[in-house]
Structure formats: C-alpha cells, structure tokens
C-alpha cells in the first residue's frame, strides 16, 4: 500500500541549528524506513515551512510508524494511504463502457 505522509514541526523543535540533532532525526529517518522494508518513493522539505513530504510504499503500518520513530518527537505525522490516480480512472471509465 501507499501512504502519503506529511510531517510537520516548528521552530520550536526544529533540529535544524544543531548538526547531532539532524543527524539523529531527518537524517536517519530514510535509514530507519528503509530497516523496517518500507520502501521510500520519494521524500521532499520545505525547510522554512518546517514540512516534510514523503511517499512510501508497504504493507505493514506498524512498520512505518516505527521507520518514523527518529522524527515523531520533533512534530506529528499526517499519514494517508494513497491510491494510483491513472489506474482509479481507468477502472472508472472501463465501468461505463
């Protein structure tokens, strides 16, 4: 399955201005995703907005909370599975025929 994540935290608890503090969170986020077999499609920051996108693919939701576990103290996580927009409108439209 594929879930669309957006993690967001403020200025408050952005690791930013500390090189241990980013190393020990996004820095080892995609790591630890990738140790509990979530694969990662693509992962993107707006850093003044203190947002991160990523889309991941895998069929526990247990694991992909704990691939997270190095960010989920420094905000929260939006986590939305996701389905191919192509595939849904092919079926749509072979329904109709």
């Known amino acids: ?37 979530v694969t990662v499609i693509g992962a993107w920051v707006d850093p003044p907005g203190h947002d991160f996108f990523f889309v991941v693919e895998t069929d526990s939701y247990d694991d992909l909370v704990e691939g997270l576990r190095p960010i989920l103290a ?14 849904q409108v092919a079926k749509r439209m072979a329904e109709a025929d």
């Open 74 to 87: 420094s905000g929260s996580a939006r986590i939305q599975p996701v389905g191919d927009l192509q595939a």
């Open 1 to 37: 399955m594929i879930f669309h994540i957006h993690h967001h935290h403020d200025e408050n608890t952005c690791p930013a201005n500390s090189p241990e503090s980013v190393g020990a969170t996004f820095g080892s986020v995609l790591p630890a995703l990738n140790e509990y077999g």
